[in-house]
């Protein structure tokens, strides 16, 4: 059975995605993010990060414009 990091908060501090995988929503583009078209490989800064990427297919620039960066 692999392990599976995604269940381990506070363990990764970085996550580099190169493509799009059957894991990801259906929102998620094939070519990178659906928000400015920036295209793989994207970079998240942590885990939530990459949860977040998963669900709506916003890139981490994306996201900070919207929720604001992380402290």
């Not at 259906?26 to 669900?55: A, H, M, Q, R, W």
Request: aromatic share 10%.
């Amino acid at each position: 059975m692999a392990y599976d990091f995604m269940n381990e908060p506070g363990q990764v501090d970085q996550v580099i995605v190169t493509g799009k995988t059957k894991s990801m929503s259906n929102l998620v583009s094939e070519g990178g993010c659906n928000t400015c078209l920036s295209e793989y490989p994207l970079e998240f800064k942590d885990l939530l990060s990459f949860k977040e990427y998963k669900i709506s297919g916003s890139c981490q620039k994306c996201q900070d414009e919207v929720f604001g960066p992380t402290k």
